[in-house]
Structure formats: C-alpha cells, structure tokens
C-alpha cells in the first residue's frame, strides 16, 4: 500500500528544468533512497513534498490526500516530516527541552509552549520527550544544552524532534553528510531500530552507498531533474544508467 504518490511533476527555474515529468510512489513501512549525482534535483524534490516549493505541474498525494498548496506547518501536521542536512535545533535548549517543545506541538498544533500548563498535563509531553531521547540513544545527555552537542548528535536530536511529533513518513536529507564513519555507523543502525519498530516510513536522500545498500529496501536514480532507473538495491547497483549517471560530470543545482 503506498503512502505517497508523485504524479509529474515538473519544476522550473527560469530555463532550467530542476525536475521533469517525475513520477514517484513511497510503498507504506519501507525505507526509500533517492540517489543521484549533483544536481540530480533530489532536494528540488524534497522541497516540494514539504511544501518549501510549488511545482509548475504535477500532482503529490499523501495518505490519499493533497499535498501541493498546503503551507509547510500543514503539511508536517498531516504526519510529514523532514530531516534537514543542516541541524534545524534550538541551540540554547537543553536536549530535553528540545523534544519536549516538539511533544507540545504535536499535542497543540504549534511550536509554543502552553502559559496555562500544569505539572500533570505536562508530563505525558515530558514523558514522550524522554522516551524518543531513549529511543534515538541521547537520553544520558538529556541536560546538556544543544549547543555543546556533536554534529552526529546534532542530527540525532534533529531526528529526536521529528520522531516526537509522530510522523507516518520521514524524509531524511543526507542524514549522514559530514559524519566520520563511527557515526555513520551508529546512524544506520538507529534508522534501522526506527524502521524495525514500526509505523514509520522513511524515505532518504544520500550519497554515501554504504548507507543506501544498508538501509533500502527500495531505491529510485534520478539524473538532470528525471527518474532514470529504479528498483530493488541488488538491481540498481549495476544499473548501466545509474553507472553511467555518477559518472557524469552534472553540476549541482
């Protein structure tokens, strides 16, 4: 059962084609890989699902419903979040209050917290808080502000935030860029505890192969702004196209 349709979509910016007739389905419970070389427009596409850009044609349904001409915020409230390659955290928070205000939001449909909010009706937020910092392994460093945080723990806590609104799907960009292997590792193995839990999906944008391979039960290749092969991993990794795309010299968009 898909939980996410892509039905041609194009995208332009002035005379460059970003994205072209791309048509795309998320298969419920799976992990997804988007691959390409540089300016492939695989975060042209993440930004349109989230709503950060509107296409010049084409269609994006989720859970059978519309996406496109939806705000962001909306978006992410129909349980559609992203993980962005820059850490967006509240640096001067604690890591705990930084899962907590994203608890909230999902209780309150926003990223404030409540004036008239006791002890007791704060405590399942807390509680989520707490349990999503086990569940991605930064419950130990709870009290430390984000700041302090290393850029593999960054991107935990980034996760940390999303996982707390209880999301149906998850779209990770480059959750591993700038890692040195250790983390890279530890990140493969919390998206396959994430995966193997249950009741999200994801779909993940990334160069590094080993991740891919690693993690993908499916993968689609997409080169100058079009789908150009797709399917299982033992499929694509000798895919002449998919070969011959990262062999290109595309530049980036």
């Known amino acids: 059962m898909s939980i996410l349709e892509v039905r041609d979509v194009s995208k332009n910016f002035g005379g460059l084609a970003a994205l072209g007739d791309v048509n795309l389905t998320i298969e419920e419970g799976t992990i997804h890989s988007l691959i390409g070389p540089n300016g492939a427009g695989k975060s042209t596409l993440l930004n349109v699902l989230v709503g950060l850009l509107e296409p010049d044609v084409g269609t994006v349904m989720f859970k059978g419903k519309a996406v496109l001409g939806n705000a962001p915020y909306e978006i992410n409230q129909m349980g559609l979040g992203r993980v962005f390659q820059t850490p967006a955290i509240f640096d001067d928070l604690s890591v705990l209050e930084n899962v907590a205000i994203a608890a909230y939001a999902a209780r309150d449909g926003g990223f404030a917290f409540n004036v008239f ?34 850029r593999g723990d960054k991107r935990r806590l980034e996760m940390a935030l999303c996982l707390a609104r209880k999301p149906d799907l998850l779209l990770l960009d480059e959750p591993t860029a700038g890692m040195a292997r250790a983390d890279t590792e ?64 595309e530049s980036e968009e």
Not at 199 to 213: L, S
């Open 117 to 150: 909010e006791t002890p007791a009706t704060a405590k399942p937020c807390i509680d989520l808080a707490k349990e999503t910092l086990q569940d991605v392994g930064l419950f130990e460093q709870r009290k430390t502000e984000a700041c302090h945080l290393s």
């Open 186 to 249: 530890n990140t493969i193995k919390l998206l396959q505890r994430i995966s193997d839990k249950g009741g999200i999906t994801m779909v993940i944008v990334e160069h590094d192969m080993n991740v891919v391979f690693s993690l993908s039960k499916y993968i689609t290749c997409l080169a100058g702004g079009r789908v150009i092969a797709e399917g299982l991993p033992d499929e694509m990794k000798g895919n002449p196209k998919v070969i011959e795309a990262y062999l290109g010299t």
